[in-house]
C-alpha cells in the first residue's frame, strides 16, 4: 500500500533533518518497518546504511545493528512474492517468517 512509503518517507526525512535524538528514533522506526515488511528490506537498506556515516554515536550504533541484521535475515530469508498466496486485494501476505533473524529486533 502506499500509506506504508508515505510513512518510510517522512522517517526518513526525519534522519537528515533534525537532531540526534530524533534521528536515532527515525532509525528505529525505519528498522521496524523492515522488520515487519520483508518486502521493505531491499528499500529500507540503503536508506539505513546512509545513517553510518551520522555524526552521532547512537544513531550509527543503531544504523548498524540495523543493517547487520536486515543483511542476515535478507541472507537467510530472501523474499519472493509467491503468486498463490495472493488475498482479495491482490497483495501477497507481508509477514517475517517465523525464524527470521529481523525477528529479534
Known amino acids: 500500500t502506499s ?10 526525512n526525519r534522519t537528515m533533518l533534525d537532531q540526534p535524538p530524533i534521528r536515532a528514533a527515525a ?3 525505519l528498522t521496524k518497518f523492515a522488520t515487519q515488511c520483508p518486502s521493505l528490506r531491499s528499500s529500507l537498506l540503503p536508506l539505513l ?17 540495523a543493517v547487520d541484521i536486515l543483511k542476515l535475515a535478507m541472507k537467510k530469508n530472501p523474499y519472493s512474492t509467491p503468486a498463490e498466496d495472493y488475498n482479495a486485494d491482490g ?6 517468517a517465523e525464524d527470521d533473524p529481523a525477528s529479534l529486533v
Do not use: H
Open 49 to 65: 546504511s546512509q545513517s553510518l556515516r551520522d555524526n552521532d554515536d547512537e544513531v550509527r550504533d543503531r544504523a548498524m545493528i
Open 3 to 12: 500509506g506504508k512509503y508515505r510513512f518510510i518517507r517522512f522517517i526518513y
Open 27 to 29: 532509525v528505529s522506526s
Open 91 to 96: 497483495n501477497p501476505p507481508d509477514f517475517p
